[in-house]
T-cell receptor, first 114, second 112 residues
Framework: EAGVAQSPRYKIIEKRQSVAFWCNPI?????LYWYQQILGQGPKLLIQ????????DSQLPKDRFSAERLKGVDSTLKIQPAKLEDSAVYLC????????????FGEGSWLTVV | QKEVEQDPGPLSVPEGAIVSLNCTYS??????FMWYRQYSRKGPELLMY????GNKEDGRFTAQVDKSSKYISLFIRDSQPSDSATYLC????????????FGAGTRLAVHP
């Protein structure tokens, strides 16, 4: 079974530029998450989708971050304009409905803002 | 106060040692408790999953949950250099949409 796919793996941008990350969850997983992990910290939930609807985006900085999940499969996370403090790993994860609370992570997209 | 507290370490042990990793939490509604392992430059992978209180064993790994003390532990027996990673505890309330809350992670190094 293929895992959660993310791209790009690494990105370096200047502050005030924009960046987009893509995620393809495990096939059949209805729930998709974007987490932000700053160096030395645990992952923090940014947004959670159930199919293509948003369940929780309470910690998403909506003035600069946006996310969408078209057709309930792939998802894109965008940051515009980026700030230095956005330097982090952006982890996509997915969960199967009825699969308990087990979520599966991708390898992450590493963002450095300079 | 953070909902989940975890000592970031680093923790350095010799090969073969027993390792104890711990987290405390403040939300008494948490019912699901997990341990994830994260290798450098990789995403977290699920190691252990426990519902409510009690112990769970899987090979060299044992997870313990003490809800009365709001304290969870992960024990690694006969530690190996391949166990060197960051260990993240995570927990959530019951319900399909409840999000996982992670600890900061403990960095473990097992040296030969």
């Amino acid at each position: 079974e293929a895992g959660v796919a993310q791209s790009p793996r690494y990105k370096i941008i200047e502050k005030r530029q924009s960046v987009a990350f893509w995620c393809n969850p495990i096939s059949g997983h209805a729930t998709l998450y974007w987490y932000q992990q700053i160096l030395g910290q645990g992952p923090k939930l940014l947004i959670q989708f159930q199919n293509n609807g948003v369940v929780d985006d309470s910690q998403l900085p909506k003035d600069r971050f946006s996310a969408e999940r078209l057709k309930g499969v792939d998802s894109t996370l965008k940051i515009q304009p980026a700030k230095l403090e956005d330097s982090a790993v952006y982890l996509c994860a997915s969960r199967l409905d009825g699969g308990g609370n087990t979520i599966y992570f991708g390898e992450g997209s590493w963002l450095t803002v300079v | 106060q953070k909902e989940v507290e975890q000592d970031p370490g680093p923790l350095s042990v010799p090969e073969g040692a027993i390792v104890s990793l711990n987290c405390t939490y403040s939300n008494s509604a948490f019912q699901y408790f997990m341990w994830y392992r994260q290798y450098s430059r990789k995403g977290p992978e699920l190691l252990m999953y426990t519902y409510s209180s009690g112990n769970k064993e899987d090979g060299r790994f044992t997870a313990q949950v003490d809800k009365s003390s709001k304290y969870i532990s992960l024990f690694i027996r006969d530690s190996q250099p391949s166990d060197s990673a960051t260990y993240l505890c995570a927990m959530s309330e019951p319900g399909g949409y409840n999000k996982l809350i992670f600890g900061a992670g403990t960095r473990l190094a097992v040296h030969p």
